[in-house]
């Protein structure tokens, strides 16, 4: 993780003050931060998919996305926030293969707690930190139950950034993990995340190695495959320790 504290505070005014341009500069941001992450989904994500994006925040990779699955493609996306998801609909109204869920995505169907940051509109948690703002009751539910009830017909392509509950979302898709040989999934890993929300990486790592996936850095030139030493080693690394991953069946 890039903390530049100045950009943060600078940022998250924007955000409250002057979203239009926060809008424009997030996007032109991103591009750059996210320029190998991205670069990676256009090569996994084809047209006529279904892509889950978990964690959409106010839509930048949905409008993405969007263009890479195609007109008959469809993007589901799940952002909890209510502020969050209203800009969410906003920057996708015109895109009609995306579907937007204002959920979060968990193990069960139960309401969770949301504690928003004072700092950055992308970094809210699901346990509280010292500088929260407000706490929101949010209702959440599971991948697996939106597919039993037919809501979701296929998955291709999971993008999931929550902050440290990932581990609770994939629970919740754990039918869906077991049946899709072929499904990916670009999920950040963050250890001390997956600590405070009360798991760890050695658990995401047993998780996906007892259902036959490897875990791959994304890095600019290629992948690497993650070992579980490395996981044991980096278990209780520090708060700006993290990188994003490919989780795909071995």
Request: hydrophobic share 40%; charged share 25%; net charge positive.
């Amino acid at each position: 993780m890039d903390f530049n504290y100045t950009k943060i505070k600078f940022g998250n005014w924007l955000y409250k003050n002057a979203f239009p341009i926060y809008n424009y500069t997030y996007q032109k941001f991103k591009l750059k931060n996210d320029a190998t992450e991205i670069r990676l989904l256009q090569s996994i994500i084809k047209p006529n998919t279904t892509v889950l994006d978990i964690g959409a925040n106010i839509g930048f990779y949905a409008k993405l996305i969007s263009k890479m699955v195609g007109v008959n493609g469809k993007v589901i996306c799940f952002e909890p926030d209510k502020k969050n998801f209203n800009y969410l609909v906003n920057n996708t109204k015109q895109l009609t293969n995306v579907v937007r869920y204002n959920l979060a995505v968990a193990n069960n169907s139960d309401n969770i707690k949301i504690y928003t940051s004072k700092l950055l509109n992308v970094d809210h948690r699901t346990y509280p930190v010292n500088n929260y703002d407000t706490v929101e009751v949010i209702k959440a539910t599971s991948i697996d139950e939106l597919i039993a009830k037919g809501e979701i017909k296929a998955v291709d392509v999971i993008k999931i950034d929550i902050q440290g509950f990932e581990i609770a979302a994939f629970e919740g898709m754990k039918n869906l993990l077991q049946t899709n040989a072929s499904l990916k999934i670009v999920a950040e890993f963050w250890p001390h995340g997956l600590k405070r929300a009360g798991k760890s990486a050695i658990e995401l790592y047993t998780f996906f190695e007892k259902l036959g996936y490897t875990i791959f850095e994304i890095t600019e030139n290629d992948l690497q495959p993650i070992t579980k030493n490395f996981i044991e080693k980096n278990n209780e690394r520090e708060f700006e320790f993290s990188f994003n991953v490919l989780i795909k069946k071995n």
